[in-house]
C-alpha cells in the first residue's frame, strides 16, 4: 500500500536548492495570481504583465533600494525574533527612528546625533513589551502591536503640531541638508545600478546579514540569545545574563532599524508627514512594510542569509505597487509575493514524501 | 483490548532504531518492556501511539490490521501514553488541561476527574497549574486524565520513580489491570518493575532480545545480562550498588568543614516547617521527600526561580537569597531539574547546547564519550536524543565543567543501570576534586545508597538523618518521611 506524508527536514537547505524554490515558487504563485487577476477584473491588467515580463525591472535601482530597506528591517526584527520577541510594530518603531532624525535636525545634532538619538528612542520603546514579556509574563505580540498604533498617533501628533512645517498640509520641516548619507554620484559606473542607495546601506546590510548569521549560529552569545526564545527558564539556569542579552538585542536591531529608517527618510522624500488618506500611518514609508519585514524575520530565523534573498522578492512586489494600479491590486500582489516567500518556506523545510508497505 | 505489534521497523535517518520487532499485549496484563537508554523503549512507544510511523511491520489491534497509528484514533480507542515528560499545558490546571482534550461537555472535568481519583485511589491536586507541579505529579495526572479519557491500554514510559516510592500508584496499576485492561511500562530498572508486571520484553539495540514469562524476580541477573550484553567491567560498583552496597561508606570521608551551601530558617511552602541545611566541601547531601512535598519548591528556591518565604541561602558565606538563577550559575552552581527538558533543550542542536557551557568541537567529542551518550552528529537535535541520553548529555557537561556545588532534582531518573553507574563514578571524580552535591530525592534508597548525609523533607520542615540507624533499618527515612 502507497501512503503519501508530509515530513521535516532536519537539515538546512543548500544554497542552489533555495535560490531555485524562491524563484520557481514567485514565478508560479505570482503569475498565477496575475491570471486571476486578468480573469476576475477588466483592468490594469496590461500593465501590470508588461512590469512583470519587463526583464529590467529586475535590477532597478528602485529595487535594489527596497531590497536593502526590506533587508535592514528584517534583520533588525530577526534578532528580535532570534530572542523571542515577535515584535508586531515594526512601522511604529520605524517612523520613531525617523522621529530621531528629525530632532537631529532641528537641534542641529547631524548625522550621528540623529542615529544617536534614534538608536535611544527605539530602545526605549521596543524594550516595553520585549521586558513585560520576560517579567510580566505579559503578550510581547499583543503589546507591540498596540504600541504600533500608539507611535503612529503620537508621529502625527507632533508633526501636525510639535514640529510642523511651514506648509498648510500636516509634515514636519525638511530634514536640514548636513543630515545626509553618502550616495554614489550621478557620474560613477555604479550609479544605474545602486540608484539612491547609500553607501552606508549597502555596507551596513553586508555587514548586518554576515555579522547576524555568525552570531545567531556560530557563537555562544549568539546561541545564548536565542536560547531566551525557547525558556527564559532554560536559559537563567543554564548561566544566561537575561538584562545582558535583552540589551544586546535591543541595541543590534536598534542600529540595523536605525539605519533602515535613515535610508527611507534621508534617501527618499525626507520630510514626515501625516498620512491624510489613512488617517494614520506616515506618508514617508510603504504600506505593510513592518508585517511584511516580520514575516521575512520569522522565515530567515534559522538561516539570516535568506532574508537577502526575501527581501528581493518582496520588493519586486513593492515596485508593482509602485505602479499607479488601483489599491487591491496592489495589495493582491504584495500578498502573493509574500505567499511565495511562504511556500517556498515550506517546501524547504519540510518534504512529501511517499511510502509502502510490504505485505507479510 | 489486545494489541500486537508484527516486525515493527523503524529508521531514523540511517539508523536504524528498530529492527523486526514484534510485541503482544493481552487483556488484564501488565508487561513490561525492559532496556538500556537508546534500546529503542520510546520508539517502540511512540509507534504504538501514533507518534511516530513505521517503515515497515503491522499493527493489529483486536485482530484489526493498521498500518500505522495515529494519537487521535488511539485516544479514541482508549490507547493513553503517559510519556517520561508528560506534555500538558504548563499555564493550566490538571482540570483545565483535561477540558481540553474532553470532546462533550467540558463542565463536568473536575468531577469526572474526582471520581477517577476516587475510584482508583490517586490522589492527585488536579487544580494547582501544571507548572508548579513535579514530574512525577505530572505523570500521575496524565493518568487520570487518561483515565478520565476511558483508558483501556496504558503505555507508561519509564514511570520508575513512581513505581518504587508511590504505593497508590502500584495498587492503582493492578487494580487497573484486574478490570480488564492492560498496561504496557517501559524501564531501565528492572527493581522498579519485577514485583508488578506479568511478563518482560527485553530490548538490546532496537531488537526484542529476550521474552520472559515467569520467575522474573528470580532470573533478574539473567535479565541484567540480557539487557547490557555482558556484565560490565568499568569499575563494577553497578551490580553491588544495587544490591544494596552503600558507596558512600566507600568513598572519601570529607574532611573539610567549609561550609559551601547552608540554607537557614528557609520556609518555601506555607505548610511547611524551616528547612535548614548545609553542605560542606567535597560532601553528598540529599533532601527526601515524598513527591510534592515541597520537593520542587526547595529545588526552585535553590535556584533562584521562587523566593522563600523567609530565611535566607548562603553560599560560600555570601547571601544569594535574592540573586537572580544566572548569577548563582555563574558562581560555580551546576542546576539540573526534575524536567531535564528545562536544562536542556529538545529545539537546539547538541553543538549548541553544549557551547553554552563553553565547550567546543573536540571538548564535545570528548565529553560525550566519557558518558557513552548515543548520537549521530553533533550537528543533529537534542530532540534527536533518547531521555535517557539527555539526562547522561547532563553528566558529560558535569564531567567537563567541574562546578563547585551541584544542585540536583531527581538526577538519576531516566539513567538505565550503565548510565547510573556512570553518574556514581563521575560523582565520586568530582568529590574527591571538591566538589559538592546537593541531591533533592524522593528515592529514598537511592539517597541512602551515594550520600553522607540525609535530609528528610516533610511538612515539619528539615530532619536530619542519623546515618548509622539508616544503614542498620533504611525504613527510618521512610518513616520519617511519612511522619
Known amino acids: 500500500m502507497i501512503l503519501a506524508y508530509v515530513k521535516r527536514r532536519s537539515e538546512e537547505p543548500s544554497l542552489i536548492r533555495l535560490v531555485l524554490t524562491s524563484v520557481i515558487m514567485y514565478v508560479l504563485v505570482v503569475f498565477t495570481g496575475i491570471i486571476v487577476l486578468m480573469l476576475s477584473t477588466g483592468f490594469e491588467i496590461r500593465d501590470l504583465t508588461r512590469v512583470l515580463l519587463d526583464y529590467t525591472n529586475l535590477a532597478s535601482p528602485e529595487v535594489i533600494r527596497y531590497t536593502v530597506i526590506i533587508a535592514l528591517l528584517s534583520l533588525a526584527l530577526l534578532i528580535n525574533v532570534a530572542g523571542g520577541y515577535i515584535n508586531l510594530g515594526g512601522e511604529g518603531i520605524v517612523a520613531l527612528s525617523m522621529l ?41 505580540v499583543l503589546l507591540s502591536f498596540l504600541q504600533n498604533f500608539i507611535a503612529l498617533f503620537i508621529i502625527n501628533h507632533i508633526v501636525a503640531h510639535v514640529f510642523r512645517g511651514e506648509l498648510a498640509r500636516p509634515r514636519s520641516p525638511p530634514i536640514d541638508p548636513s543630515i545626509n548619507l553618502h550616495y554614489v554620484s550621478q557620474s560613477n559606473i555604479l550609479y544605474g545600478f545602486l540608484g539612491r542607495v547609500s553607501i552606508e546601506s549597502i555596507i551596513g546590510v553586508v555587514i548586518a546579514t554576515i555579522t547576524l548569521s555568525y552570531l545567531l549560529t556560530r557563537t555562544r552569545a549568539g546561541f545564548s540569545l536565542r536560547l531566551l526564545s525557547y525558556s527564559t527558564k532554560t536559559a537563567s539556569i543554564s548561566g544566561v545574563n537575561i538584562p545582558r542579552y535583552i540589551l544586546l538585542n535591543l541595541l543590534i536591531s536598534s542600529v540595523v532599524l536605525s539605519l533602515a529608517s535613515a535610508e527611507l527618510l534621508l534617501g527618499g522624500t525626507r520630510v514626515i508627514y501625516y498620512n491624510e488618506n489613512a488617517k494614520i500611518g506616515i506618508g514617508s514609508m510603504s504600506f505593510g512594510l513592518g508585517y511584511v519585514s516580520l514575516s521575512i524575520a520569522i522565515l530567515s530565523v534559522r538561516n539570516p542569509y535568506i532574508v537577502l534573498l526575501y527581501s528581493y522578492i518582496l520588493a519586486l512586489g513593492y515596485i508593482i505597487v509602485s505602479l499607479s494600479a488601483s489599491l487591491v491590486i496592489r495589495v493582491a500582489i504584495v500578498g502573493l509575493a509574500l505567499l511565495s516567500v511562504l511556500l517556498t518556506e515550506l517546501l524547504l523545510r519540510y518534504e512529501v514524501r511517499l511510502g509502502w508497505y510490504s505485505k507479510h | ?290 513527591a510534592g512535598k515541597g520537593d520542587k519548591e526547595l529545588f526552585d528556591t535553590l535556584a533562584g526561580f521562587r523566593r522563600s518565604i523567609r530565611g535566607e541561602i548562603l553560599y560560600r558565606g555570601i547571601n544569594i537569597t535574592k540573586e537572580p538563577p544566572y548569577k548563582r550559575v555563574s558562581q560555580g552552581i551546576f542546576f539540573i531539574p526534575d524536567n531535564k527538558l528545562d536544562l536542556i533543550s529538545p529545539k537546539y542542536k547538541i553543538r549548541e547546547m553544549m557551547g553554552l557551557w563553553g565547550l567546543r568541537n573536540n571538548e564535545i567529542i570528548k565529553c560525550l564519550s566519557e558518558t557513552s551518550v548515543v ?98 533499618d533504611p525504613m527510618v527515612i521512610w518513616r520519617e518521611m511519612i511522619s
Open chain 2, 1 to 290: 483490548m489486545e494489541i500486537r505489534l508484527d516486525k515493527i521497523v523503524k529508521f531514523f535517518g540511517s539508523l536504524k532504531a528498530l529492527d523486526n520487532v514484534s510485541l503482544y499485549i493481552g487483556s488484564g496484563e501488565i508487561v513490561g518492556l525492559l532496556g538500556e537508554n537508546g534500546a529503542g523503549k520510546t520508539t517502540l512507544m511512540s509507534i504504538l501511539y501514533g507518534l511516530y510511523r513505521p517503515d515497515d511491520g503491522m499493527i493489529y489491534v483486536d485482530g484489526n490490521k493498521r498500518y500505522y497509528m495515529d494519537p487521535s484514533y488511539s485516544m479514541s480507542i482508549g490507547i493513553f501514553y503517559v510519556q517520561q515528560f508528560p506534555r500538558l499545558v504548563e499555564s493550566m490546571t490538571g482540570t483545565e488541561n483535561l477540558k481540553l482534550l474532553l470532546k462533550k461537555d467540558v463542565r463536568d472535568a473536575s468531577s469526572i476527574l474526582k471520581e477517577c481519583s476516587a475510584r482508583y485511589v490517586l490522589k492527585i491536586d488536579f487544580d494547582k497549574k501544571v507548572s508548579e507541579m513535579t514530574i512525577l505529579e505530572r505523570q500521575k495526572l496524565y493518568t487520570l486524565i487518561s483515565l478520565a479519557l476511558g483508558a483501556r491500554v496504558l503505555l507508561l514510559d519509564e514511570p520508575n520513580i513512581l513505581l518504587t516510592t508511590d504505593k497508590e500508584f502500584t495498587d492503582f496499576l493492578r487494580k487497573y489491570v484486574k478490570e480488564g485492561n492492560s498496561v504496557l511500562i517501559s524501564s531501565h530498572k528492572i527493581s522498579a518493575v519485577m514485583d508488578l508486571v506479568d511478563r518482560v520484553y527485553v530490548m538490546r539495540k532496537g531488537r526484542i532480545v529476550a521474552d520472559i514469562r515467569d520467575n522474573i524476580k528470580e532470573r533478574y541477573d539473567e535479565i541484567l545480562k540480557i539487557m547490557f550484553g555482558h556484565k560490565n567491567n568499568s569499575g563494577g560498583i553497578y551490580f553491588e550498588d544495587i544490591s544494596g552496597e552503600v558507596i558512600s561508606r566507600e568513598t572519601t570521608e570529607s574532611k573539610s568543614l567549609d561550609k559551601i551551601i547552608e540554607l537557614k530558617e528557609i520556609i518555601v511552602r506555607e505548610d511547611i516547617e524551616r528547612i535548614n541545611i548545609y553542605v560542606r566541601k567535597g560532601e553528598i547531601v540529599s533532601v527526601v521527600s515524598i
Open chain 2, 375 to 472: 548520537y549521530r552528529s553533533q550537528e543533529s537535535y537534542v530532540s534527536e536524543l533518547s531521555g535517557g541520553n539527555i539526562s547522561r548529555m547532563i553528566l558529560s557537561i558535569l564531567t567537563c565543567t567541574k562546578p563547585s556545588l551541584v544542585v540536583a532534582h531527581n538526577i538519576f531518573s531516566g539513567l538505565d543501570l550503565l548510565g547510573y553507574e556512570m553518574a556514581i563514578n563521575l560523582f565520586k571524580k568530582l568529590k574527591s576534586a571538591g566538589t559538592s552535591f546537593l541531591l533533592i530525592m524522593n528515592d529514598y534508597e537511592e539517597a541512602l545508597r551515594i550520600s553522607d548525609r540525609i535530609y528528610v523533607l516533610s511538612e515539619r520542615g528539615s530532619v536530619e538523618i542519623n546515618m548509622n540507624e539508616a544503614y542498620k
Open chain 1, 100 to 140: 530621531g532624525f528629525l530632532i537631529a535636525s532641528i537641534y542641529d545634532l547631524g548625522i550621528l546625533g540623529g542615529f544617536i538619538v534614534s538608536i535611544l528612542l527605539v530602545i526605549a520603546w521596543a524594550s516595553i513589551p520585549y521586558l513585560a514579556k520576560i517579567y510580566l509574563d505579559s503578550s510581547d
